[in-house]
């Protein structure tokens, strides 16, 4: 059931919730995985196999599975939050003696 451009869903970990597609198969327990999330080896328990797949080669890169995403209308850009800077505090001057 898993082989290369089978979509899944992350279940677990930072990225759970967000689609992507498999890569690689390193081995038994481990894919490489690329899409709306980062590029990296993930657990296949991290991963919820869906009906769908992509027609890419084995090490396809990131330009062509988002191209690919695009195609089926599954892509989202993923805006990264900005955390307000803290202020700054002023220094106190000391009274010269």
Do not use: W
């Amino acid at each position: 059931m898993l082989n290369v451009g089978r979509l899944c869903v992350k279940i677990a970990g930072r990225d759970a919730g967000s689609k992507c597609v498999i890569v690689e198969i390193t081995d038994n327990n481990f894919v490489v995985i690329d899409g709306n999330v980062k590029r990296k080896r993930c657990s296949i328990s991290h991963l919820e196999p869906l009906k769908d797949s992509i027609d890419l080669e084995k090490g396809a890169s990131h330009e062509d599975i988002i191209a690919a995403f695009k195609k089926q209308g599954i892509f989202s850009e993923k805006k990264k939050v900005r955390r307000k800077e803290k202020p700054v505090a002023e220094k106190k001057e000391k009274a010269k003696k």
